[in-house]
């Protein structure tokens, strides 16, 4: 069974609207191809969900139409300052947004690794992110007989994880070294889908030192190879962000005729014809 | 000897001196002065703190992903963490996430981060915000993504230790609940920062000016924390570091 497709607009039908789709931050594994590819698809109401945050792909989806709710600890792209269409898209309404906090949403991944309904998390009490969220719960430790409050959050089991990864074998298994959230995604979601930058001869999980950062073919739903696939966010050790383009990004994308223009020059078709 | 150095310098220098003596700070997203005083800290302490910066692959030692500062700091195995906001009031609460009414904000932030774990997990928690104005230190915020203090029956290890700005220290006292001004930074007088701070504050009758830093810290922040500081964050160590 091979789980390799021919190419990344295969891969993209895997998702559809109204899905839970889970993403990764900046700094992790981006699959920025897929993105664009996404986009042109012209998919629908996704329910995003940034583990914890979300950076580029997250605004290009959210000024692209494709996205009615964003579950997240913050929209951020770093340096650049502030993500221009999810700011513009909160202003207008645009998007429904899910408040939260990093660990919380670790922890609900966790929970829907671990096939679990809830998983209890320190802080939050007194944060008005607890006052608008019903699925977090303030229980009590039940191992206290005294008043000793602990938030529950809801597991988070996504729809899709779509990622980027710097290596993955013939088998399908896929390496993300220490960025090993990413493997919390793929244990807690339904379908993962992967692009990866280059082809690992042999089997990541016959090599011990590759192994521990591999996530199993057990998780993986389909890959498919794409160089460059992160670009223009960077991916770990392997290539550093496209400073110039990203700040053309964050230039055209403050106004939406802007972001339009930038979706035609750079997204729009470009991709599909590969 | 006057030796000249820019506000950052003195920010970072500042910063550095609060971490004295521990053993592991961390630093999280959009933070580079803090990621720079904790660079420097390291420097200082020959190799005794542990600097954790995320974003970074070589200051940066956790290898389970994303989940384990927060899982370390759970532990008390943090011993500092640095917060902004978009606003901050004087009883210390924190909003990362917008002004006006939620959700649809007049001037929206990225998000509450993981502030509202870490407010109350890590023992020495620095709010760091330059801009120190009115509509940035408020007597209350519209949005609280972490508070700054909690009743008793909440578990919380951590908390607020210090406001730093652009302008001075404040000591945040855990018992009033409430902000003590430390020292003014050179060049800022009480009437500036009475004017610009928009909550209300203990003061002493003599305020100290916050040390400037010397011509040996100087050249570290310019030398190793900039080289070192610039893998993480380029932008800022070309604005600031760059002649």
Redesign the interface.
């Known amino acids: 069974m091979s789980l390799h497709l021919d190419n990344i607009n295969t891969l993209i039908e895997l998702i559809d609207s109204g899905n839970k789709l889970a993403l990764a931050p900046d700094y992790s594994g981006c699959a920025m191809k897929a993105v664009r590819y996404l986009i042109n698809h012209k998919v629908r109401d996704l329910h995003l969900v940034g583990v914890p945050s979300i950076g580029f792909q997250g605004d290009m989806l959210i000024g692209s139409g494709c996205v009615s709710t964003v579950e997240t600890a913050a929209v951020t792209i770093g340096e650049y300052g502030l993500a221009p269409r999810f700011t513009d898209a909160i202003k207008k309404g645009a998007v429904n947004i899910i408040d939260g906090t990093c660990p919380a949403i670790h922890a609900g991944l966790q929970a829907a690794e671990k096939g679990i309904p809830y998983m209890p998390v320190r802080g939050i009490i007194g944060s008005d992110l607890l006052k608008k969220r019903e699925d977090w719960i303030i229980g009590n430790n039940p191992f206290d007989k005294e008043d000793s409050p602990l938030v529950m959050v809801k597991a988070i089991a996504p729809d899709v994880t779509l990622i980027h990864a710097p290596l993955a074998d013939r088998e399908g298994n896929v390496w993300i070294g220490v960025r090993r959230e990413m493997m919390v995604m793929a244990h807690a979601s339904k379908t993962t889908l992967v692009t990866y930058e280059n082809l690992y001869e042999g089997n990541l999980l016959n090599d011990t030192n590759m192994a521990a950062g591999t996530i199993s073919s057990l998780y993986i739903s389909a890959l498919a190879l794409a160089k460059n696939g992160a670009w223009p966010v960077g991916l770990f050790g392997t290539y550093p962000a496209d400073d110039t383009h990203l700040r053309l990004y964050i230039e055209m994308a403050r106004t939406e005729d802007g972001f339009q223009n930038y979706l035609s020059q750079y997204v729009l078709d470009k991709e599909i014809k590969e | 000897m006057n030796i000249q150095f820019k506000p950052e310098e003195l920010i970072i220098s500042t910063i550095a001196d609060m971490l004295e003596g521990l053993s592991h700070v961390a630093i999280g997203?959009?933070s580079?002065i803090p990621g720079s005083a904790a660079l420097l800290a390291r420097a200082k302490s020959k190799g005794k703190l542990r600097v954790s910066m995320?974003?970074s692959?070589e200051h940066n030692a956790?290898?389970?992903?994303?989940?384990e500062l927060?899982d370390c700091a759970?532990q008390g195995r943090i011993d500092a963490f640095f917060l902004g906001g978009g606003q901050i009031d004087g009883r210390a609460n924190i909003n990362?996430?917008?002004i006006g009414e939620?959700?649809?904000?007049?001037a929206?932030?990225?998000?509450?981060?993981?502030?509202?774990?870490?407010?109350?997990?890590v023992p020495r928690v620095i709010l760091f915000r330059e801009e120190h104005t009115p509509r940035v230190l408020v007597p209350k915020v519209d949005?609280?993504?972490?508070?700054g203090i909690?009743?008793e029956?909440?578990?919380r290890p951590g908390g607020p230790y210090a406001l730093v700005t652009g302008r001075c220290v404040f000591i945040f006292n855990k018992k009033l609940g409430s902000f003590f001004l430390k020292s003014l930074h050179p060049g800022h007088t009480i009437e500036e920062v009475d004017e610009m701070t928009g909550f209300t504050y203990e003061k002493p009758i003599n305020i100290p000016q916050t040390p400037k830093p010397s011509a040996a810290t100087i050249e570290l922040i310019r030398g190793l924390v900039a080289d070192e500081v610039s893998e993480t964050?380029?932008?800022?160590a070309e604005r600031v570091f760059a002649n």
């Open positions: 997203a959009s580079p995320l974003g692959e956790f290898t389970n992903g994303g989940t927060f759970a990362l996430v917008g939620y959700p649809r904000s007049k929206r932030f990225p998000g509450s981060f993981g502030s509202a774990y870490l407010y109350f997990l949005f609280i993504s972490a508070p909690s009743a029956n909440i578990y964050y380029p932008a800022f």
